[in-house]
């Protein structure tokens, strides 16, 4: 089975200062990995994704995620946080296999605060 | 166009009540999802369409029934509600057949309130 686990259900930050979200995964597969963001009253928007081509995963808004393998993890950095960055943060895997296929499971979210 | 759209927005309902969930994209993408998310949780995964069939439905209870009369449209078929299925239900849609590098794309959601 696949899952994720996201370190930490709040991360504060200030404005300019890096953004670091934590993401470990488990799979008994290679996995596929997708980080999310959800602003307040709207669904939810890909950031990224991981598919086994580049291990360094460049997405919108100037995130980017680093697949390690030796350390099962995927987690999400921008260089320098901006307000409209405030916003609760997914990650999620899926993975190749039987009935499982294209099943996303998710990760209990991060909410980002940026201070200005 | 990568849009996903769902109404309403906003649904109140009582228990009794029968109410419908639309969910439309215009995309061409053959798969299509109902997701449940309670505040501050991931959303949860209730039904995949795949190619307008029914191919996953996680144990949702019958009260909610799922519909997908064409490839760009998706309903949820509510009735006989409980307070506790207040939720935000996001549609979501991806490509073809659901396969695992496909990216989903998420609908604003339905606010739904049960009294």
């Known amino acids: 089975a696949q899952s994720v686990t996201q370190l930490g259900s709040h991360v504060s930050v200030s404005e300019g200062a890096l953004v670091l979200l934590r993401c470990n995964y488990s799979s008994s597969v290679p996995p596929y990995l997708f980080w999310y963001v959800q602003y307040p009253n709207q669904g939810l928007q890909l950031l990224l994704k991981?598919?086994?081509?580049?291990?360094l995963v460049k997405g919108i808004n100037g995130f980017e995620a680093e697949f390690k393998k030796s350390e099962t993890s995927f987690h999400l950095t921008k260089p320098s946080a901006h307000m409209s960055d405030a916003a609760e943060y997914f990650c999620?895997?899926?993975?190749?296999?039987?009935?499982?296929?294209?099943?996303?499971?998710f990760g209990r979210g991060t909410q980002l605060t940026v201070w200005p | 166009d990568t849009e996903v759209t769902q109404t309403p927005k906003h649904l109140v309902m009582g228990m009794t009540n029968k109410k419908s969930l639309k969910c439309e994209q215009h995309m061409g993408h053959r798969a299509m999802y109902w997701y449940k998310q309670k505040a501050k949780k991931p959303p949860e995964l209730m039904f995949v369409?795949?190619?307008?069939?029914?191919?996953i439905n996680e144990s949702v209870p019958s009260r909610f029934s799922p519909e997908c009369p064409n490839s760009s449209l998706l309903n949820l078929h509510l009735h006989a509600l409980q307070p506790e299925d207040s939720a935000l239900y996001l549609c979501?849609?991806?490509?073809?057949?659901?396969?695992?590098?496909?990216?989903?794309?998420f609908g604003p959601g339905t606010r739904l309130t049960v009294l």
């Open positions: 991981y598919t086994s081509a580049a291990t």
């Open positions: 979501a849609s991806s490509q073809g057949r659901p396969i695992s590098t496909d990216t989903q794309y």
């Open positions: 999620a895997v899926t993975a190749d296999r039987g009935s499982t296929l294209g099943r996303l499971y």
């Open positions: 369409y795949s190619y307008e069939k029914l191919s």
